[in-house]
């Protein structure tokens, strides 16, 4: 088995899925620059038309149902937070899915799978597939888990992400907006831990860890503040 094959097979192990239709399962994986070879062959882009249009649904569907009080300015902002080209990338990652994409040979196939836009375009090309493959309640269940930590991750209605409230801080007093710091990354693709420092020029830094950086991000900047503000 090469490595593609194995990538693949970790795909659907991670999806909870195997694909009846393995053509659609290719189709999905399928990078328009295959067609640098074969003008012929099948990409996924009209695949990521739909997808695109279930994850959104899906996502609408589960933001409704989890604040029922919200109006919708609210709703549209998480909404856009959790549908974009870093959300669904950083999905894909959790999937597996950059080890398994298919692509020409005219392309870096390192570079471009680290490239968030493709990634994040096959992620939504591999929900249609799922979606046609397995029908809308699997595709639902399987959206919600790999995109659940980012649901975790949003403020509630009314409620101010602790990296903003630490930016207004740093502006009242006239300092520089805080920077945030990668320190490590550890794990599996799927199941990663990052360790992020936040800080404010003139005061001591504030670590912690999450299973992703924006959780970590937001995790640090919630500790320095406290500890800002307690100070004289």
């Known amino acids: 088995m090469n490595a593609r094959a194995t990538a693949i097979e970790e795909l659907e192990r991670r999806l909870g899925h195997s694909f ?20 012929s062959a099948l990409n996924n882009e009209r695949l990521e038309f739909l997808g695109d ?3 959104n649904l899906i996502v609408a569907e589960a933001l409704m149902s989890r604040w029922p009080d ?20 950083e999905a894909a990652g959790h999937m597996g899915l950059p080890a398994a994409l298919r692509f020409g040979g005219s392309v870096s196939r390192d570079k471009i799978r680290s490239n968030a836009r493709v990634v994040g375009d096959a992620c939504e090309a591999l929900i249609a597939a799922l979606y046609l493959d397995a029908g809308f309640a699997a595709t639902r269940a399987t959206v919600l888990r ?18 903003t409230l630490l930016n207004e801080w740093a502006m009242a007093r006239g300092l520089p907006p805080p920077a945030y710091r ?6 599996p693709a799927h199941l990663p831990s990052f360790e992020v420092e936040a800080f404010v020029e003139g005061f001591a830094p504030a670590r912690a860890q999450a299973g992703s950086k924006r959780g970590a991000e937001k ?8 500890r800002l503000e307690r100070e004289p």
Do not use: Y
């Not at 995790?219 to 406290?226: I, M, P, S, T």
């Open 20 to 39: 009846t239709d393995r053509d659609l399962l290719e189709r999905a994986l399928t990078h328009a620059s295959v067609g640098d070879r074969a003008a």
């Open 219 to 226: 995790l640090a900047a919630e500790q320095l503040l406290e």
């Open 182 to 187: 990668v320190l490590s990354q550890a794990g």
């Open 146 to 163: 790999f995109w659940a930590e980012a649901f975790e991750g949003l403020e509630g209605p009314g409620v101010v992400d602790p990296k």
């Open 70 to 89: 919200a109006d919708e300015g609210e709703l549209t902002k998480a909404f856009h937070r959790l549908i974009n080209v870093e959300a669904c990338a």
């Open 53 to 55: 249009r279930v994850l």
